[in-house]
């Protein structure tokens, strides 16, 4: 919206179980592709149908939702004063079909204590957030430096999105 965009979501049934020994990017992207095949199966045909999926990679690790608070710890103190991957796989349906892209952003977070720890998931935000954490909010206290696109890691990379829709035949489509 802030980038003057009008869409609608439609949620979608996919399986986003990572296949083994499927790297990072290949399962973002693969997972991106699949979410906006399956958003295309409930539009009209020649709706532009854009897909996406976003993980946090440490050590080979693909850090997604925590599944509880002691899932959200062990997270933040693997992220904890080192750098990490924010990947996004961005897929788009349009007249010349279907195009994809995996956009990467490197995150440093400071060291992080255990009062640290412990606040910041006693206020309930990093629950719902892959690699538990949101950089736009409490956690940017965290955060020194990024090298990459800011609304990658922040949820979909919109200068990707703006390029992957050209190249899908959507010229203005804003």
Do not use: C
């Amino acid at each position: 919206t802030a980038a003057g965009f009008a869409f609608d979501v439609d949620e979608v049934d996919v399986d986003e179980r990572r296949a083994p020994g499927e790297a990072p990017a290949a399962y973002v992207e693969r997972l991106a592709r699949a979410k906006a095949h399956a958003a295309a199966a409930q539009r009209e045909p020649d709706t532009a149908v854009i897909g996406a999926d976003t993980v946090v990679v440490v050590d080979d690790e693909v850090l997604g939702k925590p599944r509880d608070q002691a899932d959200a710890t062990r997270m933040l103190r693997l992220l904890s004063g080192r750098a990490h991957d924010v990947l996004t796989g961005v897929a788009v349906i349009g007249q010349a079909g279907i195009v994809s892209r995996v956009e990467r952003t490197t995150v440093w977070f400071a060291p992080l204590s255990d009062r640290d720890i412990a606040w910041y998931i006693a206020s309930g935000e990093p629950m719902d957030k892959a690699g538990a954490y949101a950089i736009q909010a409490l956690a940017s206290r965290f955060i020194p430096r990024i090298e990459g696109s800011y609304t990658n890691v922040v949820g979909l990379p919109v200068t990707t999105v703006v390029e992957l829709l050209e190249k899908a035949g959507l010229r203005g489509a804003a």
